[in-house]
Nanobody, 128 residues
């Protein structure tokens, strides 16, 4: 069982930065790839970024590539999402997610169905 708790959301202006954190419980965090998703009002949840268990591989949605950076600290059981140059269209509830079991060294998942554990979400609002 994995429990995830996101933090770091807030209200910012366009062009500002935020760093989201996701703290995970359990001793298998370092053995799992992790992902970030977001859901804007009236829209379906969408993939944002993913990172392999070692942090050596990352993958981003085109909409955030070059602006967002996913990273992890396995010693702290935490995954981060650094968000720079924020835009109003980045406004959403952001969720971190973990797959149902341990993953390969460089394995990454981008599809929602590949994740079983989800945090409660943290709201990010970007004003223009």
């Amino acid at each position: 069982q994995v429990q995830l708790v996101e933090s770091g959301g807030g209200l910012v202006q366009a062009g500002d930065s935020l760093r989201l954190s996701c703290a995970a419980s359990g001793r298998t965090f370092s053995s799992r790839a992790m992902g970030w998703f977001r859901q804007a009002p009236g829209k379906e949840r969408e993939f944002v970024a993913a990172i392999s268990r070692t942090g050596g591989s990352t993958y981003y949605a085109d909409s955030v590539k070059g602006r967002f950076t996913i990273s992890r600290d396995n010693a702290k059981n935490t995954v981060y999402l650094q968000m720079n140059s924020l835009k109003p269209e980045d406004t959403a509830v952001y969720y971190c997610a973990a797959p149902p079991q341990t993953t390969g060294w460089n394995q990454i998942f981008t599809a929602e169905y590949e994740y079983d554990y989800w945090g409660q979400g943290t709201q990010v609002t970007v004003s223009s």
